[in-house]
């Protein structure tokens, strides 16, 4: 079963969601998509046992072979080629890696070459191992490395995807192969607004969904309405609480703690339910 995590922004608790329940899960596998700012090892200290790079392809001009023809450019959708005083340049970080001009070129002028733009790690925390992304600094797309962090694990028994914040291409690159999405927001207007965006997107995969309310102050708040028109089930509500924040500044494991262990069970649970997993 591979759950992905979602919210509509930043700061909204989706690491602390992911990360327990990843240990509620017992033996699991954390993928960490948050590859601009991956934040999860914070909570689980994994013991590093693997690191590999994440390569694409980009294209290779031989001057001396190129006529000139700009059939490459032509082609090329992401702006990624152009010719300067008569000869072609390449933009490496606006290549999609697909291919294409290579298979266009009519003089064999094009050939294509590896470039690192991150790397991923794999480290073991108790029963959950944790796979991380991380995307090098200046690169304009995560999704290459996110794509190969998905391989990772197909066969996993209990997946959890801290996908990156928003709705943006990584987004929808982290849930295309999950089972369900969570949603985490907070009780407020800004909550509300940023909970439609992955919401829509949730409906656009048709994956089942259901949310975790995080940081609840036990009153009526601007998400129930919402919730309750388009029919998404409410999973769980986390309290406002100042010791649980306190161990989530902390770095700390909630469900660790006696006191916090019911909240992440039920949820698990639920979401088992609620999407239809036995």
């Known amino acids: 079963m591979q759950i992905a995590v979602l919210s509509g922004k930043g ?27 991956p934040n999860g090892y914070l909570f689980l200290h994994p013991t590093l046992q693997n690191q590999q790079t994440v ?31 008569g000869k072609p340049k390449v933009f490496p970080e606006l290549c999609h890696s697909c291919g294409g001009c290579s298979l266009i070129c009519p003089a064999g002028a094009i050939r294509e070459t590896k470039r690192t733009v991150g790397r991923i790690e794999t480290g073991q925390s108790g029963t959950v191992t944790v796979i991380t992304g991380i995307l090098n600094q200046g690169e304009a797309s995560g999704v290459p490395v996110i794509r190969q962090l998905l391989c990772k694990t197909p066969n ?11 709705s943006s291409c990584t987004v929808m690159e982290s849930i295309k192969n999950a089972d369900y999405c969570l949603f985490v927001a907070e009780p407020t207007l800004f909550g509300l607004e940023n909970l439609k965006l992955v919401a829509k997107l949730a409906d656009v995969f048709h994956k089942p969904h259901g949310i975790v309310i995080n940081k609840d102050m036990g009153k009526e708040n601007p998400l129930d ?28 494991i909630a469900v660790k703690r006696e006191s916090y262990q019911s909240i992440f069970l039920q949820l698990y649970n639920q979401i088992r339910s609620t999407g239809g997993i036995e």
């Open 55 to 85: 390569d694409v392809t980009v294209p290779e001009f031989d001057e001396g072979r190129c006529i000139g023809c700009r059939s490459c450019l032509k082609f090329c959708r992401f702006n990624a080629l152009v010719f300067v005083k």
């Open 156 to 166: 996993a028994e209990n997946v959890i995807v801290d996908c990156p914040p928003g």
């Open 225 to 252: 309405q919402y919730l309750s028109e388009h029919e998404i089930p409410v999973l769980t509500r986390i309290p406002y609480d100042m010791a649980l924040a306190k161990l989530n500044a902390k770095g700390k």
């Open 11 to 37: 700061g909204t608790g989706k690491t602390f969601v992911s990360v327990n329940l990843a240990v509620t899960a017992g033996k699991s596998v954390y993928i960490d998509c948050d590859v601009e700012e």
